[in-house]
C-alpha cells in the first residue's frame, strides 16, 4: 500500500476532484483594497495609474496550504471614460499550480456631481497543473508519481458593474462567466461540477470628524448549490493615514487588519486571519500582505479616495 506523507497532499488530492480549487476564484481579506481582484468594473476608478501586489499565506503551517501572489495594473486613458488594467493571479494549494493573466477594460460614464457608474469586462487565459513530482511518496519508483500533469490552457472572461462616489460605492461581479476547457482536462477532471461565482460589494464613509472617519463595507459571495457567505468589514481611519479595520467572514473566520498611507501615493497594509472552523487545531492563522503605489502625474487630486 502507498502512503503519500503530509496533510497538505491529502488537502491538495480532495480539491482536485470538486469545483472548489478549478472554479473558485482567490480568497483575500483585504479585498476593499484590492477590488480589481473581484471586479473588472473597478477598472480606473482610482484616476490613476495605479499598480498593487498582494501576497497571501493561508493557514500558516498547514503543509499544502494555500498561497497567492496577485499584481494588478490599472489606469484610466486620455479621455477618461475608458480605462484599460492588467491582472495576474498566481495561485497553489498543494501540488496544483494556477497562473492566471487577464487583462480588463471598463467603460465609465460620469453621472455628475462626482458619481460614476462603470461596466467593466474580463478576459484571459488560466494555465493549470499538477506537479505530482513534488510528492514525498514511500515508493520512489512509484511512476504514477513520477511525473508531472502536462499543462492545461484555460481561456477566462468575466463582467462587472461599479458605481462609486466620494462616500459610497456598490458593484457586483461574475469574474468567470465561463470557462472553456480542453478536452484532456475535461476527462482528468470529470467529476466536477462547474457554477459562476456572483460578488456583490458595498459600503459607506462616515465622517465622525475631520480626523476620524468610519468605513463599513460588506460583501456577498454566492455560489449554487453553497452557503450565502458574507464578509462584513469596518474601518476606523485616522487622520486619513492609519487604517485599522475588523472583517468577520460568515462560517470562516475573523480578520484583523491594518494600512498605513505612507504619502498621497504610497500605501501599505497587512491582515491576519483566524479561522473560526475545525482547522485552527491545525494551522496558526492566515497571514495577507498588501502593497500599492499610485501615478498621479502632477494631476490635482482635491480630496483623497476612500474606495
Do not use: C
Request: without cysteine; hydrophobic residues 40%.
Amino acid at each position: 500500500m502507498r502512503w503519500i506523507r503530509g496533510i497538505g497532499v491529502v488537502v491538495a488530492l480532495f480539491f482536485l476532484r470538486t469545483e472548489i480549487f478549478a472554479q473558485h476564484p482567490a480568497m483575500y481579506s483585504q479585498y476593499m483594497f484590492n477590488t480589481l481582484a473581484i471586479n473588472p468594473a473597478y477598472t480606473g476608478s482610482r484616476d490613476a495609474l495605479s499598480v498593487a501586489l498582494l501576497y497571501r499565506s493561508q493557514w500558516t503551517g498547514f503543509r499544502g496550504a494555500p498561497q497567492t501572489q496577485t499584481f494588478s495594473l490599472h489606469t484610466p486613458l486620455k479621455n477618461k471614460q475608458n480605462s484599460l488594467g492588467l491582472l495576474v493571479v498566481n495561485d497553489r494549494l498543494g501540488v496544483t499550480h494556477n497562473t492566471a493573466v487577464f487583462g480588463n477594460y471598463a467603460y465609465r460614464i460620469d453621472l455628475g456631481n462626482d458619481n460614476r457608474l462603470a461596466f467593466g469586462l474580463q478576459g484571459g487565459i488560466s494555465l493549470y497543473q499538477d506537479k505530482w513530482s513534488q510528492l514525498a511518496v514511500d515508493d520512489p519508483g512509484d511512476v504514477v508519481f513520477a511525473n508531472d500533469s502536462p499543462v492545461y490552457l484555460i481561456p477566462k472572461a468575466g463582467f462587472g458593474v461599479y458605481y462609486d462616489t466620494r462616500k459610497f460605492f456598490a458593484g457586483v461581479s461574475v469574474p468567470q462567466l465561463f470557462q472553456v476547457e480542453s478536452p484532456q482536462l475535461k476527462a482528468y477532471n470529470q467529476n466536477t461540477v462547474r457554477y459562476q461565482h456572483i460578488f456583490f460589494s458595498t459600503g459607506y464613509l462616515i465622517s465622525l470628524n475631520p480626523d476620524v472617519k468610519l468605513r463599513p463595507t460588506v460583501m456577498v459571495k454566492y455560489l449554487r448549490n453553497s452557503p450565502l457567505q458574507l464578509d462584513i468589514n469596518t474601518n476606523l481611519i485616522l487622520k486619513d493615514l492609519v487604517w485599522i479595520g475588523l472583517s468577520y467572514r460568515t462560517g470562516d473566520a475573523l480578520v484583523g487588519l491594518i494600512e498605513y498611507q505612507i504619502n498621497p501615493q504610497f500605501r501599505i497594509g497587512y491582515s491576519y486571519d483566524q479561522t473560526l472552523t475545525e482547522l485552527r487545531k491545525f494551522n496558526q492563522g492566515s497571514h495577507e500582505f498588501f502593497i500599492r503605489y499610485e501615478f498621479n502625474y502632477g494631476l490635482k487630486v482635491l480630496s483623497p479616495r476612500y474606495f
